[in-house]
């Protein structure tokens, strides 16, 4: 039974989708590219089961100890560079 649920996801993202190969090479690389395919059927998913804005507003009441942690990592590797620029300007600025 586990395999076909499996099956069914596996081919939703290949045949729906179109996502029949990786557009990176490395293994680190793809298993970076297939959480991030596996993290938007997932979030696509909830949204079909609970609709959108049961879904935001669950995201919202989220308590849990590692959302803090989740935002950080967030803020830390999408807007490094950012960052950066700006410790550098308020660096020469002092």
Same mark, same amino acid.
Request: aromatic residues 10%.
């Given at each position: 039974?586990?395999?076909?649920? =499996?099956?069914?996801?596996?081919?939703?993202? *290949?045949?729906?989708?179109?996502?029949?190969?990786?557009?990176?090479?490395?293994?680190?690389?793809?298993?970076?590219?297939?959480?991030?395919?596996?993290?938007?059927?997932?979030?696509?998913?909830?949204? =079909?089961?609970?609709?959108?804005?049961?879904?935001?507003?669950?995201? *919202?009441?989220? *308590?849990?100890?590692?959302?803090?942690?989740?935002?950080?990592?967030?803020?830390?590797?999408?807007? *490094?560079?950012?960052?950066?620029?700006?410790?550098?300007?308020?660096?020469?600025?002092?």
């Amino acid at each position: 039974m586990l395999n076909i649920i =499996n099956e069914h996801i596996f081919g939703t993202i *290949k045949r729906q989708w179109g996502y029949n190969h990786t557009n990176l090479t490395g293994l680190e690389k793809v298993n970076g590219e297939h959480s991030l395919i596996m993290l938007v059927y997932n979030i696509k998913r909830a949204m =079909n089961i609970l609709g959108v804005a049961e879904l935001i507003a669950k995201l *919202k009441n989220w *308590k849990s100890p590692y959302k803090a942690k989740v935002c950080f990592v967030f803020k830390v590797t999408c807007f *490094k560079h950012y960052i950066a620029t700006l410790e550098t300007r308020l660096s020469i600025a002092a």
